[in-house]
């Protein structure tokens, strides 16, 4: 219950932090390009605090519903857009110069484009704030080789260090997965330091079956994996792990007469197994025995034996912490790399290259919130960061009612010499409403499916 409230919590911290920046982002240009503000909220439904600025023009309100805010600018609705002659109808003539719809096209685009920058400047400070404040990594040390595998092949060995990927400089495995990920299908040029030796090896990564951000490329393609040991942090009682003799403590280092590297490839082998003899091979207490488990199919008939795993790599973790000129350029350098990755997810789901059952909800950004806070706060920092950039990209989609979709009727009117009619405007943000609410309702289910 507490951790149900703490992520919560941390969620809720997460919205209001994010949406709260990119909100003003469109607030503070607005006001610098001479337009008229008239309600600055943070959430949606009934206020829970306002109050006016010091010129009494601006109401500023917190409000119920935390998923959300708005900036209200006066004349920016579409039915302003009234003919000639009756324009003053709708807005009094000393607003008419101050009106959203009375403005030049660019200065409109500049206060549509500032709720993601700012989202973007956000994730630059927080990446640089995290570099400073420093977080531990695991370095990118060839721990295993998998034989016959493009590792092998190309003549990495065990102990080996990656320096760099196509130039892009190496400093945690973490970053080493990243840059491989990106290089799926092309030609990837190693930075190796091998003992004294500096080696550069070209190879060639499979394209996989399924898409590489969805799989360990440095272990499925590459055939490289971190030295960890696999080790059984408990065992569930009258469970198929149970029933073989399993114990907490044992280490697994081969299934069915072939070594195991990493956990995600030992659950995958039992998983592959579902009601057939599997053999174990384990130490325990510096004993090699070997065990044979039947693991039980689950409701999606992927076999399970009942144990808690937990890896230990061979690598102690390292502190990284950097300066303040080096913080910043990492902002920026990281910024740009999370926007490189989140623009190929979201190309690759509107190609059907990666399925829409990895969309995640509100329920999935809470439990990641919870989960990185309770790593520290250095890794709440990181996701917020993350979760920025992923915002402003977003809102920048060519989807009516978000920012890009302003920016598109904005291009149309530029191009056209006038805006589209209030009606057509309408009917486009109508559509975009559905699409929005289509994709909530997609993420709402799948966090849902995830649940269970």
Do not use: C
Request: hydrophobic share 50%.
């Amino acid at each position: 219950m507490i951790e149900t409230i703490q992520t919560t919590l941390y969620f809720i911290a997460a919205i209001v932090i994010l949406i709260g920046f990119h909100e003003y982002g469109h607030f503070v240009a607005a006001r610098k390009l001479g337009f008229k503000v008239e309600k600055f909220s943070i959430g949606f439904g009934p206020p829970l605090v306002s109050w006016r600025g010091r010129d009494g023009e601006v109401e500023y309100v917190i409000a119920a519903i935390p998923l959300g805010g708005f900036v209200k600018m006066f004349g920016e609705n579409p039915y302003d857009q009234v003919e000639a002659g009756e324009e003053k109808l709708v807005i009094p003539e000393e607003d008419l110069k101050r009106a959203f719809n009375r403005q030049a096209v660019w200065k409109r685009a500049v206060v549509a484009f500032a709720g993601p920058a700012f989202n973007f400047i956000f994730a630059i400070i927080a990446f640089a704030i995290a570099g400073m404040m420093g977080h531990e990594v695991l370095p990118a040390n060839i721990g295993m080789v998998a034989p016959n595998s493009v590792a092998e092949q190309k003549g990495l060995r065990t102990g080996d260090t990656i320096v760099a990927v196509n130039g892009q400089s190496v400093d945690s495995w973490q970053a080493f997965e990243e840059y491989l990920k990106l290089g799926v299908g092309k030609e990837i040029v190693l930075d190796v330091k091998r003992d004294q030796q500096d080696l550069q090896l070209a190879l060639t990564l499979p394209v996989p079956e399924q898409d590489a951000f969805l799989i360990d490329v440095a272990s499925k393609l590459l055939g490289v994996s971190l030295g960890v040991d696999i080790l059984i942090d408990s065992v569930m009682p009258n469970s198929p792990a149970e029933t073989a003799l399993l114990q907490a403590g044992d280490q697994i280092i081969g299934v069915n007469g072939q070594p195991v590297f990493n956990v995600s490839a030992f659950i995958h082998e039992v998983a592959s197994n579902p009601g057939k003899n599997v053999s174990l091979q384990v130490i325990r207490n510096q004993a090699h025995l070997q065990l044979l488990v039947v693991p039980k199919a689950n409701d999606a008939g992927r076999g399970l034996i009942g144990v808690k795993l937990k890896a230990k790599p061979w690598d102690e973790p390292v502190i990284q912490r950097k300066g303040v000129f080096e913080s910043m350029v990492y902002g920026v350098t990281r910024t740009w790399e999370v926007t490189m990755m989140t623009g190929e997810m979201i190309k690759r789901m509107l190609t059907n290259s990666i399925s829409a059952d990895n969309i995640g909800g509100p329920i999935a950004i809470a439990q990641m919130a919870g989960n990185t806070a309770s790593n520290g706060l250095v890794y709440f920092v990181m996701f917020l960061a993350f979760f920025s950039v992923n915002l402003a990209i977003l809102n920048l989609l060519p989807i009516p009612v978000l920012d890009g979709g302003m920016l598109m009727f904005l291009a149309l009117e530029q191009i056209r010499g006038k805006p589209l009619s209030a009606e057509m405007q309408i009917r486009f943000q109508m559509i975009g409403m559905l699409l929005i609410m289509s994709l909530m309702v997609l993420a709402f289910y799948n966090d849902i499916m995830r649940l269970f």
